[in-house]
C-alpha cells in the first residue's frame, strides 16, 4: 500500500525565511510519481510540480526547489525568501505505476503561514 | 478553457435532504475523481470513472453515488444527507495512461445541519 506522511502540520515563519516542507512516501511500485499541490486560503488546489521516479534531479523554479530522494523517500519542497503568498496548505501526493487508473494517495497536508 | 468547474460554491442542507454536486470539464481528460477534504485527514477519493459510462469506488463512498453520462461531466449525489458529510467537495480530472497529474475544481463547500 501506497503512504505518503507530512511530519508537519503546521509551520509559522517571517518573511523572507527559507523553509522547508518535509514529505515521505511508501510505495511498493519502481514505477511512480510524486506531486505537489498548494492550496491558498481562497481554497482551490493548484498543482505544482510532478517528478517521477527515474528522476532524482532537483528542480527549482523561482524562489521554489524540490529536493527528491529515492534513498530516504524523501521529496522535500523549498521555499526561498518566504512571502506572505506563500501562505497555504501545502500537499504532497504519489500516484503509482504508468498508464491506466492509478491511485493517488495525498498526504494530509502542511500549513505555512508567512508572518509579515 | 475553463478547466475544471464546479457547482454549486456553497450549500447547506438539512439532514435526510438530497442534492447533486456537478462537475464539468473542458479538457477532454478521460478519467474524473470526487474527494472530500475534512480536517487533519487530507483528501479521500470518494468516487472515481475512467470514462464515460464507468464508474468505481474510492475509499471513502458510503451515503454517495456518482454518474459519467458524458465524458465532461461527473455527478455527485447525496440520497439523504447526514451531518457526517459536511464537508468541502472537490472534483478533479486528469488524462489516462499518463502520470496521474489531476487537476482540480474550486470546490464545493457542503454543510449539512
Known amino acids: 500500500a501506497q503512504k505518503v506522511t507530512q511530519a508537519q502540520t503546521e509551520i509559522s515563519v517571517v518573511e523572507k525565511e527559507d523553509v522547508t516542507l518535509d514529505c515521505v512516501y511508501e510505495?511498493?511500485?519502481?514505477?511512480?510519481?510524486l506531486f505537489w499541490y498548494k492550496q491558498p486560503p481562497s481554497g482551490e488546489l493548484v498543482f505544482l510540480i510532478r517528478r517521477n521516479s527515474f528522476d532524482e534531479q532537483n528542480e527549482i523554479s523561482g524562489r521554489y526547489s524540490w529536493n527528491f530522494q529515492k534513498s530516504t523517500s524523501s521529496f522535500n519542497f523549498t521555499i526561498t525568501a518566504s512571502q506572505v503568498v506563500d501562505s497555504a496548505v501545502y500537499f504532497c501526493?504519489?500516484?503509482?505505476?504508468?498508464?491506466?487508473?492509478?491511485?493517488?494517495?495525498f498526504g494530509i497536508g502542511t500549513k505555512l503561514q508567512v508572518i509579515p | 478553457n475553463a478547466g475544471v468547474t464546479q457547482t454549486p460554491k456553497f450549500r447547506v442542507l438539512k439532514t435526510g435532504q438530497s442534492m447533486t454536486l456537478l462537475c464539468a470539464q473542458d479538457?477532454?481528460?478521460?478519467?474524473m475523481y470526487w474527494y472530500r477534504q475534512d480536517p487533519g485527514m487530507g483528501l479521500r477519493l470518494i468516487h472515481y470513472?475512467?470514462?464515460?459510462?464507468?464508474?468505481a469506488k474510492g475509499e471513502v463512498p458510503d451515503g454517495y453515488n456518482v454518474s459519467r453520462l458524458k465524458k465532461q461531466n461527473f455527478l455527485l449525489g447525496l440520497e439523504s444527507a447526514a451531518p457526517s458529510q459536511t464537508s468541502v467537495y472537490f472534483c478533479a480530472s486528469s488524462y489516462s495512461r499518463s502520470d496521474g497529474t489531476q487537476y482540480f475544481g474550486p470546490g464545493t463547500r457542503l454543510t449539512v445541519l
Open positions: 501526493a504519489l500516484s503509482e505505476g504508468p498508464g491506466g487508473y492509478q491511485k493517488v494517495t
Open positions: 510505495t511498493r511500485d519502481t514505477t511512480y510519481y
Open positions: 470513472s475512467v470514462g464515460e459510462g464507468t464508474t
Open positions: 479538457m477532454n481528460h478521460e478519467y
